[in-house]
């Protein structure tokens, strides 16, 4: 049985189904149970004036705590809430590219009374979900339509300077996979739009799907070496140096691998000093579109929040990258990139 009920009488362990889609609410799902007292916090601040409980996914022990009656069934739910998204509740083995890129987030895109912020929070929610599922599921399908969703990303970014200034800004600190690899994608796509705009000699879809599937390879690398804290030993390291590789052959086998997603997968890790890997490339051995990916890369590392270490500051990151890492990096490349912020 779901009931509505107000945001003061939930309580910890309860399923909650948010009322408005995920424009109007802080949670990449619209409905998830609270299975803490920092998230029932974040439910409570979101301005809501209800939420509908799932009575049969919550925890029997929340149930008990509730004194409150509900305000009603959920037959008066208003006609203007989205009780669920389905493709949240449980992502299709293989998505059609309407999957990836729904109908609700074209028409945000599309309408002019939204504010370049929303937008770029829809889009950027959106793109962290689409992410988090193909890392989950990265099925050849899923790989092809994710690139469909990508080139949709990349035509906002392209063609709507306020949004996409927008999206540069709201990137999130959490350090994921499928948020670093959406950050990632985010801030090349910017510096590619600076550097190339324009210019025929350069496929920015192609550039787009590389940036965001870079660390596609991941998926492979054992999880509790990649969020070890602390120094990795050798054998550690050589673990985690196979992920270019990884991801080029995942891209290959699912058909979808361009030149430029090659050169962005495989290079994105090397350094123009040749301490980078897997090849200890050089100078101009390493492509433009792999420095590019390099820069945004140990930029979004720096300013992730870890288990072990805070974020740093925007300023702090590029500090550092200029007085420790410069070797590491182009410097007109890098200048560029200081001027996005
Ligand atoms: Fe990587």
């Not at 009374?113 to 990265?138: C, G, R, W």
């Not at 399908?141 to 990508?150: G, V």
């Not at 350090?175 to 350069?202: C, E, R």
């Not at 140990?298 to 929040?305: G, I, K, N, R």
Request: aromatic residues 8%; proline residues 3%; charged residues 25%.
């Amino acid at each position: 049985m779901k009931q509505k009920i107000k945001l003061a009488d939930l309580k910890e362990g309860m399923y909650v189904i948010l009322p408005s889609s995920w424009l109007s609410h802080d949670f990449l799902k619209s409905s998830f149970k609270i299975n803490s007292v920092k998230l029932l916090n974040q439910v409570r601040a979101q301005k809501l004036e209800h939420v509908i409980v799932d009575y049969e996914k919550s925890d029997a022990a929340a149930l008990l705590l509730t004194e409150t009656p509900a305000i009603d069934e959920l037959a008066y739910i208003s006609h203007n809430d989205t009780v669920t998204d389905p493709k949240y509740e449980s992502p299709p083995e293989e998505w059609s590219s309407s999957d990836v890129v729904p109908e609700e987030l074209i028409e945000a895109i599309e309408d002019k009374h939204l504010t370049a912020e929303k937008k770029a929070k829809a889009v950027y929610l959106h793109s962290i979900s689409m992410m988090k599922d193909l890392l989950e599921s990265p099925t050849t399908t899923n790989i092809q339509a994710s690139k469909k969703a990508i080139s949709s990303i990349t035509d906002l970014i392209l063609s709507d300077d306020k949004t996409a200034d927008s999206l540069l800004r709201i990137t999130s600190h959490d350090f994921y996979t499928y948020t670093h690899s959406v950050n990632v994608g985010v801030t090349s796509l910017m510096l590619s739009k600076a550097l190339f705009k324009g210019s025929d000699a350069h496929d920015l879809h192609e550039l787009g799907a590389g940036f965001f599937l870079h660390d596609l390879g991941k998926i492979n690398v054992n999880p509790d070496i990649l969020n070890k804290p602390g120094r990795l030993t050798e054998a550690e390291m050589r673990h985690i140096r196979i992920h270019p590789y990884q991801g080029y052959k995942m891209m290959e086998k699912a058909n979808a691998l361009t030149e430029e997603c090659r050169l962005i997968i495989m290079q994105h890790h090397e350094y123009i000093d040749g301490t980078g890997y897997p090849r200890k490339l050089k100078g101009e051995d390493i492509h433009i579109y792999g420095k590019i990916c390099g820069i945004a890369d140990v930029f979004d590392a720096l300013t992730a929040e870890r288990s072990y270490k805070k974020a740093m500051t925007t300023f702090d990151a590029l500090t550092l990258m200029k007085e420790k890492m410069f070797n590491h990096f182009d410097k007109d490349l890098f200048s560029s990139f200081v001027c996005l912020f």
